[in-house]
């Protein structure tokens, strides 16, 4: 197995989002969630681990240059009570700052099966281009 099979079988730890690491807007609980960027000549595209959580408790948006995310996830029912629990529940909220290469006005998002993908299309001025030799 090469060194790069290593680190991608490789399971990242969930990540709460401490008290100290800004104010935070919601009450309860709060995770990072894991993210993979990917990027092409017209796009980069996010796609954010949200497991558990349904489409319309998914909150996207863009404010002076930087990508909110934050979903949230319904409370267990009251009238179950846990046998045995392996991790904590609650809701996600994570935000990137967004470069002039990204249109922001044409950022798309889907969810589908606990994953939130995002597609940030670049700027015209911003994707490569071939410049003709005379």
């Given at each position: 197995?090469?060194?790069?099979?290593?680190?991608?079988?490789q399971?990242?730890?969930?990540?709460?989002i401490?008290?100290?690491?800004g104010e935070?807007?919601r009450?309860?609980?709060?995770?990072?969630?894991?993210?993979?960027?990917?990027?092409d000549?017209?796009?980069?595209?996010?796609?954010?681990?949200?497991?558990?959580?349904?489409?319309?408790?998914?909150?996207?948006?863009?404010?002076?240059?930087?990508l909110?995310?934050?979903?949230?996830?319904?409370a267990?029912?009251?009238?179950?009570?846990?046998?045995?629990?392996?991790?904590?529940?609650?809701?996600?909220?994570?935000?990137?700052?967004?470069?002039?290469?990204?249109?922001?006005?044409k950022?798309?998002?889907?969810?589908?099966?606990?994953?939130?993908t995002?597609?940030?299309?670049?700027?015209?001025?911003?994707?490569p281009?071939?410049?003709?030799i005379?």
């Amino acid at each position: 197995m090469t060194e790069q099979e290593k680190k991608e079988l490789q399971v990242a730890e969930k990540q709460a989002i401490e008290r100290h690491d800004g104010e935070p807007t919601r009450d309860g609980l709060m995770w990072v969630p894991q993210v993979d960027i990917l990027e092409d000549r017209d796009a980069i595209t996010l796609r954010a681990d949200l497991p558990g959580v349904k489409k319309d408790a998914v909150e996207v948006d863009v404010r002076d240059g930087v990508l909110s995310l934050c979903a949230s996830l319904d409370a267990t029912p009251e009238n179950w009570q846990p046998v045995y629990s392996e991790y904590r529940i609650g809701g996600y909220s994570r935000r990137f700052t967004l470069g002039e290469q990204i249109d922001q006005s044409k950022i798309a998002a889907t969810m589908d099966n606990g994953v939130l993908t995002l597609v940030l299309p670049k700027a015209e001025a911003a994707k490569p281009r071939k410049i003709q030799i005379r």
